[in-house]
């Protein structure tokens, strides 16, 4: 039986982190590298010093060059650097997962490489490979955690079993997995389990890829090379349920004197058993426009019109995802 993995290598972790996966340009259009680069430095300069990104960022590593152009003139015990191993390109952009031991082991040195570091704060397991044992996977982290390459081992977008398995094999300091408002699967599953075995929950998507930023429009269209379109949560019925559901934020954020993205934000942040929160961005202005979270402070009367909020909602469809 796997004894719990200590919390210590997570002290270092902000509360809020920047997911480095839209800086690679690859679901957004105008994503430049001076930009990916500024919204690097906007974060740290904010106090924002959780950085998520991984090997398949970017057909060539885009969010991890930028990353290194960042941070190089940076005290590096003053950033923690989380990164992912296990998916990489084909030619022609297609995604392919690959949990072998060797390649996952020049995965992590091609990204140490790319980050111009000797090591990593947190190495995700990216996803499961499903030709590859998952306790394969993880004999092949714990080499790398061992060898120190890695302060800390995670793994990401799996299945509760498959986490049970993966922990058994190598420390697991923490989960990551999408999770926000509209997406709460996670509080009867993974986050009751993770919290008993003191592993820490890293959350992707607590803005919804913007759906819960409180910006879109009724009447907002997405184009085939915006990775939206696929989702149901941004189409027809859904689509206007969900901006229902965010106009009635608004008033709660601005008795707290807030906005609606500080509001979701510092709500996720709260919830227990989360250790920390991503949110993308792609400008200085978008950092800008998260950063106020950090200084929101719900009380019992927010927590009760967002429950209500969240009655009227009802059930949504589309919930479980996986990022790409």
């Known amino acids: 039986m796997n004894a719990p993995a200590s919390r210590m290598p997570l002290s270092r972790m902000s509360r809020l982190a920047?997911?480095?996966?839209?800086?690679?340009?690859?679901?957004?259009?105008?994503?430049?590298?001076?930009?990916?680069?500024?919204?690097?430095?906007?974060?740290?300069?904010?106090?924002?010093?959780?950085?998520?990104?991984?090997?398949?960022?970017?057909?060539?590593?885009?969010?991890e060059t930028a990353i290194r152009e960042a941070i190089k003139n940076r005290p590096r015990e003053s950033i923690f650097l989380a990164s992912k191993c296990g998916i990489h390109w084909e030619p022609g952009r297609q995604q392919a997962v690959d949990g072998a031991p060797a390649r996952l082991q020049a995965e992590v040195n091609e990204s140490l490489h790319r980050l111009g570091v000797d090591s990593l704060d947190l190495l995700y397991l990216h996803a499961p490979?499903?030709?590859?044992?998952?306790?394969?996977?993880?004999?092949?982290?714990?080499?790398?955690?061992?060898?120190?390459?890695?302060?800390?081992?995670?793994?990401?977008?799996?299945?509760?079993?498959?986490?049970?398995?993966?922990?058994?094999?190598?420390?697991?300091?923490?989960?990551?997995?999408?999770?926000?408002?509209?997406?709460?699967?996670?509080?009867?599953?993974?986050l009751p389990w993770c919290r008993e075995h003191a592993i820490g929950m890293v959350v992707y998507w607590p803005l919804m890829k913007g759906l819960l930023a409180g910006s879109m429009g009724r009447d907002r269209q997405f184009p085939t090379s915006d990775s939206r379109h696929k989702y149901p949560m941004f189409q027809g019925e859904e689509f206007q349920r969900n901006l229902d559901f965010v106009d009635a934020l608004r008033p709660i954020a601005a008795r707290l004197e807030s906005t609606v993205p500080a509001l979701v934000l510092a709500w996720t942040m709260e919830r227990p058993g989360i250790s920390s929160v991503l949110f993308g961005a792609t400008t200085p202005a978008q950092v800008a426009a998260n950063v106020p979270a950090l200084d929101c402070r719900l009380d019992d009367e927010a927590r009760t019109a967002i429950d209500e909020a969240h009655r009227l909602r009802g059930p949504v469809a589309g919930r479980r995802a996986v990022k790409t």
């Open 18 to 63: 920047l997911g480095c996966w839209p800086l690679a340009g690859m679901t957004r259009d105008g994503v430049d590298r001076d930009d990916a680069i500024a919204t690097v430095n906007a974060a740290l300069d904010a106090g924002i010093t959780h950085l998520d990104t991984a090997y398949c960022y970017g057909e060539a590593g885009e969010s």
């Open 129 to 190: 490979d499903p030709k590859t044992p998952i306790e394969a996977s993880a004999e092949a982290l714990l080499t790398l955690l061992e060898s120190g390459k890695t302060r800390a081992v995670g793994c990401s977008n799996v299945s509760l079993e498959e986490l049970q398995r993966f922990s058994a094999v190598c420390p697991t300091a923490a989960c990551q997995m999408p999770y926000n408002m509209l997406q709460r699967e996670l509080e009867t599953s993974f």
